[in-house]
Nanobody, 128 residues
Framework: QVQLVQSGGGLVQTGGSLRLSCAASGSVFSINAMAWYRHAPGKQRELVAAITSGGTTNYADSVKGRFTISRDNAKNTVYLQMNSLKPEDTAVYYC??????????????????????WGQGTQVTVSS
């Protein structure tokens, strides 16, 4: 069993900053990619930023230069630093992780395939 627990978020004025955190806990063997998504009312969920286990990052065009994704592999935690926030950044933000757990393979305990796990969601509201 793996849980992704998010923290951070809240209400901020245009131009302000927020930092989101997402920590994985439970029977984690390893984590591949980690990412942040957001879902705004009336819009489709979109990928905001992603980071591989080696630190390679990818960003949506709308947040390039303003948001920074990072991770602490020792803590199984991913962060999203959001600067120069705009009203259009208002959304519920979700973290995602591709996690290998420890499971009974039939021949003994070992690493599972990668499974997707999601955080509980965090509201970010940017006022104009």
């Amino acid at each position: 069993q793996v849980q992704l627990v998010q923290s951070g978020g809240g209400l901020v004025q245009t131009g302000g900053s927020l930092r989101l955190s997402c920590a994985a806990s439970g029977s984690v063997f390893s984590i591949n990619a980690m990412a942040w998504y957001r879902h705004a009312p009336g819009k489709q969920r979109e990928l905001v930023a992603a980071i591989t286990s080696g630190g390679t990052t990818n960003y949506a065009d709308s947040v390039k230069g303003r948001f920074t994704i990072s991770r602490d592999n020792a803590k199984n935690t991913v962060y999203l630093q959001m600067n120069s926030l705009k009203p259009e950044d208002t959304a519920v933000y979700y973290c995602n992780a591709e996690v290998r757990t420890i499971e009974n393979l039939g021949t003994g305990w070992g690493p599972s395939p990668h499974y997707d796990y999601w955080g509980q969601g965090t509201q970010v509201t940017v006022s104009s």
